[in-house]
């Protein structure tokens, strides 16, 4: 039982990691594409437009978060004992707590303040805020650029549940190069 619900979060964390490596790409994609038009029309048009800019800006948050929670996914974040997550038995159990309690403390407050303001205030929050603004040059609202944030961290921590919950039942995780294969 236990084992097939552990089988079960890493399917699912392989998923949404295929997912969230073709938004990085999308959004690679779309900042080059803004920074070419940018040149483009800077250079040959004479009239460059002011959105530019900011939606490579944009784009590169977004392909920074999404690629940083792919990069959790396949354990090249940088990590204290590299070898550790490889060892089994009550030591390899051991240091996975560890590691699933460090970064639970580091990742915990960033999304419990994205969600919440003072008071608890939904609407005083990161995204809180962000939904009342739009962006400078564009006329969107800042929630579609400032999710990127909770989104990428609610996936890591997705991650570490199915990688500590692989490790705590003998298991090995479905590397991210698998996972995007299948």
Known sequence: MIHSLARGLDRLSSWLNAVAVAGAILAVLVMVYAAGWQVIARYLLSQPPIWTEELARRAMVWAGMLGASASFKAMADPVLFPGALALRGRLGGALALIRA?????????????????????????????????????????????????????????????????????GQAATPASTAEQA
């Open 101 to 169: 309690a460090g970064v639970v403390l580091f990742l915990g407050p960033v999304l419990w303040f994205c969600l919440f303001g003072p008071n608890m205030n939904m609407a005083r929050g990161f995204l809180g805020r962000s939904l009342s603004r739009t962006a400078e040059m564009m006329d969107v609202s800042m929630i579609w650029f400032t999710a990127s944030i909770p989104i990428a961290l609610a996936l890591i921590l997705l991650h570490l549940l199915a990688q500590t919950a692989m490790q705590l039942t």
